[in-house]
């Protein structure tokens, strides 16, 4: 059973999908589910054209910036490491041939 947790706002509660992550930002969004993720992520990489020479790689860095962003939210876009981030998760994915075959079944296609 998961419990939202709340934290107190001048003294009333807030749930956590609504809460403001720091002062003067806007609220937090919640995120989207595992299975819209998985679709998002699917539509996106048939949108890679499969004759580009860089289309695996390309599918890598989709994968690993669409979960770290549903991961840790959209305000890390603004973060100025997140390219350093996807750039690290993407350099331990392609040395990975397995990760290939997943993306291979979650884009509903082949490797």
């Known amino acids: ?26 609220p937090v969004q919640p995120r989207t589910t595992l299975p819209e993720l998985q679709r998002e992520i699917a539509v996106a990489l048939r949108a890679v054209e499969p004759s580009d020479p860089n289309a695996r790689s390309k599918k890598l860095r989709i994968f690993a910036a669409r979960v770290l962003r549903w991961q840790f939210g959209d305000a890390m876009l603004a973060d100025p490491g997140f390219e350093q981030l996807i750039d690290d998760v993407f350099g331990t994915l392609a040395a990975n041939e397995q990760i290939a075959e997943m993306l291979g079944a979650l884009e509903g296609g082949e490797k």
């Open 1 to 26: 059973m998961a419990a939202v947790r709340t934290r107190r706002i001048e003294g009333k509660p807030v749930a956590a999908a609504n809460r403001p992550t720091h002062a003067g930002s806007t």
